[in-house]
Each structure stands twice: as structure tokens, then as C-alpha cells.
């Protein structure tokens, strides 16, 4: 049974999700990735304010494809959330409530995810034609030479997930191992 969740996240929308939960996500969410968050890093190095408010928000590790005639943006499948790893620790820290992407996190996300009671999610890799269609808009608001790296702004109706860590550190992609493979 899917669960729903609006952005701005709060953080009861999330206490009670557990690993494995299928979640629709509506509202608004923020996609940046590799070039984007070292942008933003040099920016907070530099004391400047990022493009948008991280306090209670989402970004979402995608590469988009051209959008088709008529729709907002083309597949919109998840990239391997690992890359940003180095970063997101200090996005969480100020403010970012989670992430969606695909693969494992490291140690340092883990711990700043359960320190700031956030949440990360996992979209389906391969799905990326079908994740747009959950998508109703999406524009660049920064970053634009970056080309498929700028930071867009997307608005969104029940975009499906699945929690992989919740805000206790539970992680999918161990418990599946332990639960599902044989040894």
C-alpha cells in the first residue's frame, strides 16, 4: 500500500516510513548532481546563498532527457546517488530533509541522515520514461551552461519511491542482502 507524502517535507511525514515503504511523492523537488552540488559546495565555501532553499526539501540525483512535444521534460530516470556522497552530509546539515537517487550511501550520508532525521529514497532504474510521466513541470533555476547538470525545479504528482534509509539509518541495501541473497 503506497504511502503519500507533500514537500515541504515535515519531519512526522516521515517518522513513521520504514525501509521498503512505497511512498508517492507531490509538490515540489530539486535535481542536481554531480557538477551541481560542486557548484553549491563552492558557493556555501564562499558564503553565498545556494539557488534554492534546502530547509525541508528534496533533490532528486537525475540526468533528464530532452522533454518530447507536449510533456515537461523527457525520461527522468535516477543516477547513482554514491557520487554525491561527498557532499551530502553538509546539504543535510543545513536543512536538506532527503534524497532520492539509486544505490548505496556511505557511512558519512547514513550518519547525517539519522543526525538530521531525513530520509532517502530510491526511484526504479530503467523506469526513467515512466517517472516522467509523474512529472507536470520542470524548469532550470540555476546553473544553465551546465546543460542536463543545471539544478532544475520540478513539480510533481505522486512520484513513486521506495524508502531505502530511513531517519533511523535502516538501510535497504543491507537488510536485502541479509534477507534475499544465498550464501
Do not use: W
Request: aromatic share 6%.
Amino acid at each position: 500500500m503506497n504511502k503519500y507524502i507533500q514537500t515541504p517535507i515535515k519531519e512526522n511525514d516521515i517518522e513513521n516510513l520504514k525501509i521498503g515503504d512505497s511512498v508517492l511523492i507531490s509538490g515540489t523537488i530539486y535535481v542536481a548532481r554531480d557538477a551541481a552540488h560542486k557548484r553549491m559546495q563552492e558557493m556555501l565555501d564562499n558564503k553565498q546563498k545556494l539557488p534554492f532553499d534546502l530547509e525541508n526539501n528534496l533533490i532528486y540525483y537525475m540526468g533528464p532527457s530532452p522533454a518530447r512535444e507536449g510533456r515537461p521534460i523527457g525520461s527522468a530516470g535516477p543516477t547513482t546517488s554514491s557520487r554525491m556522497d561527498k557532499y551530502a552530509p553538509r546539504l543535510l546539515d543545513l536543512g536538506l530533509k532527503g534524497m532520492i537517487g539509486k544505490g548505496k550511501r556511505s557511512k558519512e550520508v547514513k550518519e547525517a541522515v539519522v543526525r538530521n532525521k531525513a530520509i532517502y529514497f530510491a526511484a526504479i532504474g530503467g523506469a526513467g520514461a515512466l517517472l516522467s510521466k509523474a512529472i507536470l513541470k520542470s524548469e532550470i533555476i540555476a546553473f544553465e551552461d551546465l546543460g542536463a547538470e543545471a539544478i532544475l525545479k520540478l513539480e510533481v504528482k505522486d512520484f513513486p519511491v521506495i524508502v531505502v534509509m530511513d531517519l533511523n539509518g535502516n538501510d535497504l541495501y543491507e537488510t536485502a542482502i541479509q534477507d534475499y541473497c544465498i550464501n
